[in-house]
């Protein structure tokens, strides 16, 4: 608990300024989009709370919306329950230190970026939705795949030299790199679902979509 106060005062100060450096960069958007989306419309108070409900009842209409946001609702409630456990279960289940989670950490940052290159150069020949459910299926392999195995004993021994590398390279560098494949996919869709909006409703809502 000690070092909670000064990880809180590090990361809020890197954040501030990461999101006053984004709000400074973007000071040029104005320019080169010769003003794009310019026009105000009702500011009353009651169009200002209803125009977003309505956006987002029309945005509900387009069936590739709801598949999306119903996977990427069901994708991140498993993230929060395996962030939450993840620390139990990397002490009390695999019997790990808990500086461990710092090693495991920099697998899945190294199977993040790998999957970043890999899914960028993939989704130019094969269709978005595909390497959605193929980056799904494959961290659903991955992720929770070694729990199980260890659970009916078809896993190493904590003694085995395999026990540690093989936990890091699944849970850890693979399976990420199949979840570095849904995140840019999702970004990607709701681009063209955003296209695809402008193009019934003559309106531009990527905020409301994302």
Do not use: C, N
């Not at 608990?1 to 450096?21: D, K, N, R, T």
């Amino acid at each position: 608990p000690e070092g909670y106060p000064p990880f809180a005062i590090s990361f809020g100060i890197v954040i501030a300024m990461s999101l006053m450096l984004m709000a400074y960069k973007t000071r040029f958007d104005g320019r080169r989009l010769g003003g794009a989306g310019s026009e105000v419309g009702d500011l009353s108070a009651g169009s200002v709370f209803m125009a977003p409900l309505r956006d987002m009842r029309d945005a509900l209409r387009y069936r590739p919306f709801r598949a999306l946001t119903f996977a990427v609702v069901l994708s991140y409630t498993a993230f929060g329950v395996s962030d939450a456990l993840g620390l139990y279960m990397i002490t009390f289940f695999w019997g790990f230190p808990t500086h461990f989670l710092f090693v495991w950490g920099v697998g899945m940052s190294t199977g993040m970026y790998l999957g970043f290159w890999l899914w960028q150069t993939v989704g130019k020949h094969v269709e978005k939705r595909t390497v959605y459910l193929i980056a799904s299926i494959g961290y659903l392999l991955f992720f929770p795949g070694p729990y199980v195995l260890a659970a009916i004993g078809w896993w190493p021994a904590p003694e085995s030299a395999l026990y540690v590398p093989l936990y890091i390279g699944t849970t850890g560098v693979i399976a990420h790199v199949f979840a570095a494949g849904r995140s840019i996919m999702t970004g990607s869709m709701l681009g063209d679902i955003t296209d695809l909006d402008e193009l019934g409703s003559g309106k531009r809502r990527e905020g409301v979509l994302f």
